[in-house]
């Protein structure tokens, strides 16, 4: 009993002593090679989903940026964390339906976090969940302005999708830390206030699979990992 | 049961000519040929099922054996051959048939045979053959004019799982001497224990590891022994109906097609849009009304025809000629399945709520159902796009659906069928309409469950000629 108890008290010292010796992991992801041509989603199956757009959509699935990297890639520490529990953030996780496109389209939330799903369509929406750790959900949302509040106790990555609108799908993440991040415009991330330790890190995307790099996080100062996703 | 030398079989000659060739291999890859055939290189639906064997031929060389005229008489109507195979009828107009046969016959067998002279007028060589015939019984399982009433060549196994080792013979191997590892082996390869002065017929089966331990399990219980009453399964009515049920449905396959009691569905390894799959059936007792069941079983024309539920989907449910009693059998092990017995429920009695019915429709027009379940009588759209996005046509529901049913599936479609497309409305039983029906749930879905029974074709009276 008496070891178990130092042990916990060793464990929780720990624990405080990482949270004030933390730093930041940042990085890119770039692309090489010819970014590949982008489907143009046909909307044609819904006049209101038409009407939403006055220029072409195309798919999300590889969006290669002006800078050259590549955009919707969520990084996060893969292992490293040991047991520590992170409690979940009070603010929800917006997740949209905008002229029947999701948006975002890859988005990370921490375990019992709530995520909002809304419609901001004038249509009818399903958002049916694939998860296969989670209790899978599939929920139509008819009106516009309709709001659905779920949270996801196991982590995994899961798609979602539409079955009106059968272009329509996105990526959920779910951690059971706040270590995540998904790249956007400029193909930059970060995860911050990480403790010090050795971490893997995972970058994922939904077409070119996942990539992992071992960094150190000293006490003090950032850490740079870049990854490099390459054209199929 | 078989061919009597009465009714001899005859069939129309060149009835199967102009058959179009690409027609035909087009017909075999979406009406369901394949769901049994291997033709061509595809084997996903063989490795999906992982037997050793298939249920029906391999059609890869299929025109070096048949004639043109007799396939095409085989695929129209495959009872006119044989009134007891399990093959089923795809309702195959004259056309479909004479491409199917056009490209049917271009699947040749391409490897050299050596000339053979035969001498089929020789009365030893006829003798000699019949001599051979019987000695291997052939008519164990095939019918052979002449032979109907021979018996069995090899030995009986009711009582084998108690056969002694000292009465097996282990030929010349090294077997290890014991009854597990004879029926192994002889089940492995059939001639293992054949020796110079001691000769083996039984076939030469191909099991997998995996079958042959089944099967030896199987043997083990192949005993006289009366076992203890307390380790006897007694089965109610329940059981016996869901029992003899289930072997009618593992007899003609329908697990090949369709998903039914958490397995099957080995077709579904050939289609890529799930939306195009066969329907998972398990439910089928609480969801069908039990006159549409009976009607449908014996004469299906839901996929891939006109008029039917989904008539988008090019796979066909096959008619397969079911007896009353078979029929019978069938809607008694649904029923089973779904914990209902069968009774007879007029559903022409089910009339909408006067009160509830325009709440319904409104609902139904608010919650957009026809966005995914057409109204017309929608067909393919070749060039169109994928029809994946479509649902069933609702005009059927009325005379096809249990009232009952509608308002459970609307309530949590997924319950009833696991990974359904159908989202729910009312989400955890809460109605996102606050000022309709006082907010529920529960009675707007019986206004659209009674709008739903208002708009389609009427259910068929239960009073009929069966």
Same mark, same amino acid.
């Given at each position: 009993m008496y070891t178990r108890h130092l042990l916990k008290a060793t464990a929780l010292c720990m624990c405080i002593v990482g949270q004030s010796m933390a730093g930041d992991v940042t990085g890119k992801v770039s692309f090489d090679g010819a970014a590949p041509k982008a489907a143009r989603l046909k909307m044609n199956a819904d006049p209101v989903c038409m009407k939403a757009h006055k220029n072409p959509v195309t798919s999300e699935e590889v969006v290669v940026n002006s800078n050259g990297t590549l955009k919707n890639v969520m990084i996060y520490v893969k292992e490293g964390l040991g047991s520590r529990k992170f409690d979940a953030p009070g603010q929800k996780v917006e997740f949209d339906q905008l002229g029947c496109v999701y948006t975002p389209h890859v988005v990370g939330i921490q375990t019992g976090q709530e995520l909002l799903v809304k419609s901001s369509d004038p249509t009818l929406h399903n958002v049916h969940s694939l998860s296969k750790d989670n209790p899978q959900f599939n929920v139509a949302q008819p009106k516009k302005g309709m709001t659905l509040t779920k949270k996801f106790e196991k982590p995994e990555t899961f798609k979602v999708k539409c079955e009106v609108h059968t272009w329509m799908n996105a990526w959920i993440g779910v951690?059971?830390?706040?270590?995540?991040?998904?790249?956007?415009?400029?193909?930059?991330?970060?995860?911050?206030?990480?403790?010090?330790?050795?971490?893997?890190?995972?970058?994922?995307?939904?077409?070119?699979?996942?990539?992992?790099?071992?960094?150190k996080v000293a006490a003090t100062g950032a850490v740079t990992a870049d990854f490099k996703f390459a054209a199929k | 049961m078989s061919l009597s030398a009465k009714n001899e079989f005859t069939y129309a000659k060149g009835s199967s000519v102009e058959g179009s060739i690409q027609r035909g291999k087009q017909l075999v890859e979406t009406v369901g040929c394949q769901g049994c055939h291997v033709v061509g290189e595809n084997l996903k639906i063989r490795e999906a099922r992982g037997t050793s064997y298939d249920i029906a031929p391999e059609l890869n060389r299929v025109g070096s054996k048949v004639s043109p005229d007799w396939a095409y008489d085989w695929i129209r109507n495959p009872r006119h051959y044989n009134p007891t195979t399990k093959m089923p009828s795809l309702r195959l107009t004259e056309g479909e048939a004479r491409d199917i046969t056009a490209y049917l016959m271009t699947l040749h067998d391409e490897r050299p045979m050596e000339p053979v002279t035969l001498n089929l007028e020789s009365p030893i060589a006829i003798k000699k053959g019949e001599g051979l015939i019987r000695e291997y019984g052939c008519n164990g399982c095939h019918v052979i004019r002449g032979m109907e009433k021979e018996g069995r060549v090899s030995v009986s196994l009711s009582n084998f799982g108690r056969k002694k080792v000292e009465e097996m013979d282990f030929g010349d191997t090294d077997v290890h001497h014991a009854? /597990?590892?004879?029926?192994? /082996?002889?089940?492995?390869?059939? *001639? &293992?224990?054949?020796?110079? *002065?001691? &000769?083996?017929?039984? +076939?030469?089966? &191909?099991?997998?590891?995996?079958?042959?331990?089944?099967? *030896?399990?199987?043997?083990?219980?192949?005993?006289?022994?009366? +076992?203890? *009453?307390?380790?006897?399964? &007694?089965?109610?009515k329940k059981q016996q109906n869901i029992e003899s049920g289930r072997r009618l449905a593992i007899m003609y396959n329908c697990q090949q097609c369709h998903q039914l009691e958490k397995s099957g569905s080995h077709i579904s390894a050939n289609i890529e849009e799930a939306a195009f799959i066969p329907p998972i059936i398990t439910g089928e007792g609480k969801k069908v009304q039990e006159p549409w069941l009976h009607d449908f079983l014996q004469n299906p024309s839901v996929t891939g025809q006109p008029n039917s539920i989904r008539p988008w989907i090019p796979t066909r449910m096959p008619t397969f000629n079911f007896s009353d009693d078979e029929i019978n059998k069938l809607t008694k092990y649904f029923l089973g399945l779904s914990s209902q017995e069968l009774e007879l429920r007029d559903y022409t009695a089910v009339r909408p709520d006067p009160a509830l019915l325009p709440v319904g429709r409104t609902i139904f027009e608010d919650f957009q159902c026809l966005k995914c379940h057409p109204s017309g009588n929608v067909v393919a759209r070749p060039g169109e796009g994928s029809t994946a996005d479509l649902a069933p046509v609702l005009t059927k529901a009325r005379g096809r659906l249990k009232p009952e049913w509608i308002v459970e599936w609307l309530a949590d479609p997924n319950k009833l069928q696991e990974g359904t497309r159908m989202p729910t409305f009312w989400p955890d039983g809460q109605s996102p309409l606050p000022d309709v029906l006082d907010g529920s749930a529960q009675k707007q879905m019986e206004a659209v469950r009674d709008y739903l029974i208002s708009i389609g074709q009427p259910a068929r009276p239960v009073v009929s000629a069966r």
């Open positions: 951690f059971n830390h706040p270590f995540f991040a998904v790249t956007g415009g400029d193909g930059s991330f970060s995860l911050k206030k990480l403790p010090a330790g050795d971490y893997t890190v995972e970058a994922w995307h939904e077409k070119y699979g996942t990539q992992t790099m071992k960094v | 009854w /597990n590892d004879w029926v192994f /082996n002889k089940l492995k390869n059939s *001639r &293992a224990f054949q020796t110079e *002065r001691i &000769a083996q017929k039984m +076939p030469v089966f &191909a099991f997998s590891e995996e079958e042959i331990k089944l099967l *030896r399990m199987f043997l083990l219980s192949e005993t006289k022994d009366e +076992p203890d *009453r307390k380790y006897v399964q &007694a089965f109610d």
